[in-house]
């Protein structure tokens, strides 16, 4: 996992907190730890609290590349939800030491077979790829600031990846297309043969060349935070695919179900404190709910 | 089948048609015949073409409660659509002979197991209930205007039926909850003991006492014109159940498909063009491709 990890002041209708564990690469890495060890690429400062690296160790999680820059403060990133929480507003963003983070993928992380390119500069994402040469399964996600800032960059890094994870409205500001199906379409074109679509409420759809998946939401009554649902929702899916080591339609369709049953825990606590003691089993209820809230 | 048969004159992204063949009582008796004999109530004028009449009769509706007022003209609705098809923009109404609709429930028609109140003014729902005691299963769907106009109305509607069908943003309102679990709870208390929420691109979801089923939207790259989508989903639903004749949960959740299979036909041309020629094999097609869609 490479991405970002930091400290947030989060603020939604079921209260507030700040300085807690946040960050797309924190997320993505508790939640595929469920499944699988995880290697972590990431930056953070002294400030980090050593708590926040006894959880993740205990995780499953290895964390030989997450470096810990003595001189500098870890990212910070402070914002809110309204009622309808359709929209993360951003009140501030420091980014301290990650504004000069260079991903160094440490030498023996470098043969992994499964890559998860969090939302980072596609520039960086692509210096990862020119480190890390033999993955055999690489899924990249991005932001409406990339796609605005450097899509000739996000391009060349879709042309490299096997999956491209993306919201649907961020598919759309890319694509320059309101219809899902025709904007897939032309992303899929750049490269990856794989398109998994974050719908928020409306669930998540995985296209590839020949075929459609289209789950359904978990609903939930109470939303506390929905900070790291798409995150979290990623890594179980790649988690679940490495589980597996089998890179094929079933595996993908069931780890799309695994990552959004992380998910759907995710967003009822604030940042990552659902994910502290979320249990296996829970995952595994969630899993056959899903079966029942889509059979028919 | 109790409801509106119109003349719609529709602009699309598509192009544009003119008084062709509508009306909510139409799509869901076009959509219910598939499966089963239809009773259709409504009124049109003296200027509902003879054309229209056959191809109804043709489909398994009965005409009996179809008034054709010899002094009147047929209720007409023009409207167009922008690129997201979001929302249905009325350029005018002429309610004509709708204006003083009372239905009137042909003798014969008053044993009827299955009743399906399109969306009339409540009121209107309220004397159709009188007259339609014995139904084993009633179905009434509504919209924005009367949610405004007759809340109270709606709600004794609501305390006779058996389900209760209605898109997803007029759910928001009516419950004034922006939570859609929340939303249907509220709803569920006013006495349905199923509430089915239309949800566009996002599918269709219902709920019971103790069971969701949320199935997800089949998807188009084009769409022509999604008017009667609600329509011919609702009609594809009770058409299913009656034809089944058991009302269980497992027959509810394969009426959904079906009803979602008829509607996803239904928006690839205009008006009811699409329902005229559409053969019942395509629909069976189309259910095994939900299962394709949707499973893992």
């Known amino acids: 996992m490479v991405g970002s990890v930091a400290l947030d002041s989060i603020a939604t209708p079921s209260g507030k907190r700040e300085n807690i564990l ?22 953070v400062g002294s400030d980090f609290p050593g708590s926040h690296l006894e959880l993740l160790k205990e995780r499953n999680i290895d964390l ?22 359709n929209e993360a507003h951003t009140v501030s963003t420091e980014l301290n030491v990650f504004e000069n983070f260079k991903p160094e993928i440490p030498q023996e992380y470098r043969d992994c077979d499964y890559l998860f390119l969090a939302n980072i500069d596609p520039d960086l994402q692509r210096e990862v790829l020119h480190q ?13 600031y ?9 391009k060349k890094v879709l042309a490299e990846v096997d999956a491209f994870m993306i919201n649907e409205s961020e598919l759309r500001q890319f694509s320059g297309e309101s219809n899902l199906l025709k904007a897939v379409k032309k992303v899929m074109g750049l490269g990856s043969d794989i398109v998994v679509v974050k719908r928020g409420d409306s669930g998540a759809a995985m296209f590839t060349g020949n075929s459609i998946f289209s789950l359904s939401a978990y609903p939930l009554e109470i939303i506390v935070d929905p900070t790291g649902a798409g995150d979290s929702f990623g890594g179980g899916f790649i988690g679940y695919v490495c589980r597996q080591d089998r890179i094929e339609e079933k595996v993908l369709r069931k780890a799309m179900v695994y990552g959004s049953a992380i998910a759907s825990f995710n967003v009822g606590g604030f940042g990552t404190e659902r994910l502290k003691d ?19």
């Open 64 to 85: 030989k590349g997450l470096i810990i820059k003595e001189k500098g403060k870890t990212f910070r990133w402070q914002g809110y939800y309204e009622d309808d929480f």
């Open 132 to 144: 890390v040469k033999k993955a055999k399964f690489i899924v990249c996600d991005t932001m409406n």
């Open 22 to 43: 946040g960050g797309s690469a924190t997320y993505l890495s508790l939640a595929a730890g469920y499944f699988s060890p995880v290697n972590l690429v990431s930056v």
């Open 146 to 154: 990339w796609i605005t800032q450097k899509p000739e960059s996000l």
């Open 278 to 296: 979320l249990k296996f089993e829970e995952i595994e209820k969630r899993y056959q709910e899903f079966k029942e809230l889509t059979g028919f």
